[in-house]
């Protein structure tokens, strides 16, 4: 389909904006941001619309939102003040205004991108199975988001440390975030028997959480309560929900080995507060502003595991920058972070996973990396993160099959979340010679997250080893749509030598390099 307003044309079968005949630069999510407004021009979307149709139901901060708005304005010669294209409505949302004409029927697209795969209905394992969504802040104050969402995270670990309980991965939850759900929808989808949905209303320094059990495949309420307290009691609050859903699943369980395997992480709400903070921003890629409050929790509490794994894991995410001038020094503190993190984790998985997968992109020894996360996967075997670990871990060990399988689990347990666990499998099934199985991988990691570039270095040199030198290098340029230097002197923790050589010699042909 072809959009024509003003003097642009958006051409999306070919995934191109120009200006008076010439080509405009713009970022592959901005791209998808203008095509649902235009798509969608006849309203206004609102923020969850944009949340659910460009970001796949991800969580983004609303800085985030805003910014990609201004570039998608920039892009087609708007802006803020004049909003003659794209305008703003106060607390509903925005609506593209211009006079449009289309042109064409859209293009077909190659069969492994022409429709969303199915989300086939998901069979619940026998025994207990639960997914927690997010709970509704109704705390007023969008700025307590984080709050609302962090408790639903601790709920969700807590949960997660009853061995015979299944738990879906937040990631796949929150997929749900701001959408009116149909509960047995979400347990088709998902998999599971049991959904908790609740809300969280904080005012000064108090703090209600309500939550409802509903068997998903009946829509029967099974369990509901209220609880409330002081913000010095947040922990013993969650400890409550967590054991009550737990007694109501499984009333042989004992509350006293609920109580046992919960654990509190931080006696200092300043720190919890700063790590929910710096969690939320870690998946809206703003590493250096989340290091930075982290680095304020553990100067308060310098044993808070959890704080310490994902600083380490931040300072892992911007070393991979092989241009920043403090990489030697971001590497140092990784290391000494993810070191700390092992000191205090105990037996607490997610801890342990980030830790692990930090230090071994950092250069510490990859077998006893691999022997954490089995710990951790020990631990809990329902943590789908550290699953997702594993396989890349097992990947860099050369051991692509067992990297599949680990990705595999990952996806089971959390459905919804698909970007990172299929680009493990991609990537395993493109070292194992796999390439025709591999593109539609990589593909969807692609297009799940079209600003994450990893994919499409794999996906470019996939294609080189097929001989579609002109798809490779198709990849290659929306690659650098998104990073104008492509380089081939990237930090690769393979040990397997055929697997470097396979990607690197790969990459060069689709750069068109000739060594």
């Known amino acids: 389909m072809r959009y024509l307003f003003g003097d642009h044309l958006l051409d999306t079968a070919r995934r191109e904006l120009s200006r008076g005949g010439e080509q405009v630069a713009v970022e592959p999510q901005v791209f998808d941001l203008l095509v649902y407004l235009l798509q969608n021009r006849e309203r206004v979307v609102s923020k969850d619309d944009l949340l659910g149709s460009v970001w796949g139901g991800r969580i983004v901060s609303d800085a985030t939102l805003g910014s990609r708005i201004t570039s998608a ?60 969504l997010p709970f509704a802040n109704l705390s007023g104050d969008p700025e307590q988001e984080y709050f609302a969402d962090g408790m ?58 309500n939550a409802q059990l509903v068997e998903a495949q009946t829509g029967a309420h099974l369990w509901a309560d209220r609880f409330d307290g002081s913000l010095e009691d947040v922990f013993d609050l969650q400890d409550k929900v967590a054991t009550s859903v737990a007694g109501v699943i499984e009333p042989k369980l004992q509350a006293a080995e609920n109580a046992r395997l919960a654990s509190r992480r931080t006696g200092d709400l300043n720190a919890y507060d700063l790590y929910q903070r710096a969690y939320a921003m870690s998946f809206t890629y703003q590493q250096r502003h989340a290091l930075a409050l982290l680095e304020e929790a553990i ?19 911007l070393v991979a920058n092989l241009n920043a001038p403090d990489r030697e020094a971001i590497q140092s503190k990784g290391i000494e972070f993810g070191r700390r993190a092992i000191e205090v984790a105990g037996d607490d998985p997610g801890v342990l996973a980030d830790a692990a997968m930090a230090l071994a992109v950092l250069g510490e020894d990859l077998d006893a990396m691999i022997a954490l996360v089995d710990r951790a996967l020990a631990s809990n075997p329902s943590y789908a993160r550290g699953w997702h670990i594993s396989g890349f871990l097992r990947l860099w060990a050369g051991q692509a099959d067992l990297a599949i399988e680990h990705g595999e689990i990952a996806l089971r347990l959390s459905p919804r979340a698909a970007k990172m666990p299929t680009f493990l499998i991609g990537t395993a099934l493109f070292f194992n010679g796999r390439f025709e199985e591999a593109v539609p991988r990589l593909r969807v990691a692609i297009e799940d997250q079209p600003a994450f570039p990893n994919p499409y270095r794999y996906l470019a040199a ?14 290659i340029a929306r690659l650098r749509a998104i990073m104008p230097e492509v380089r081939v002197d990237l930090l690769l923790p393979y040990r397997n030598p055929q697997h470097r050589e396979l990607f690197l010699s790969g990459l060069r042909l689709a750069l068109g390099e000739t060594t």
């Open 73 to 132: 304005r920039r892009a087609i010669s708007d802006s803020g003040a004049e909003q003659t294209l794209i305008r703003t409505f106060a607390r509903k949302g925005v609506r593209f205004i211009g006079e449009v004409q289309e042109e064409g029927t859209p293009a077909a697209l190659p069969p492994e991108m022409a429709e969303e795969p199915e989300r086939p209905e998901l069979t619940p394992p026998d025994g207990p199975s639960i997914a927690v």
């Open 152 to 209: 639903v995270e601790e709920i969700i670990t807590a949960l997660s440390r009853i061995r015979w309980l299944f738990v879906i991965a937040r990631n796949s939850s929150f997929t749900y975030k701001g959408q009116a759900v149909d509960v047995k929808q979400v347990g088709r989808e998902l998999g599971v028997r049991y959904v908790l949905e609740g809300s969280v209303r904080r005012g000064g320094n108090r703090v209600r959480i």
């Open 299 to 317: 100067a308060r509490d310098p044993r808070y595991g959890p704080a310490l794994g994902l600083a380490a894991q931040c300072c892992q995410q």
């Open 462 to 475: 996939c294609y080189a080893h097929m001989g579609l030198l002109d798809e490779a290098r198709g990849i």
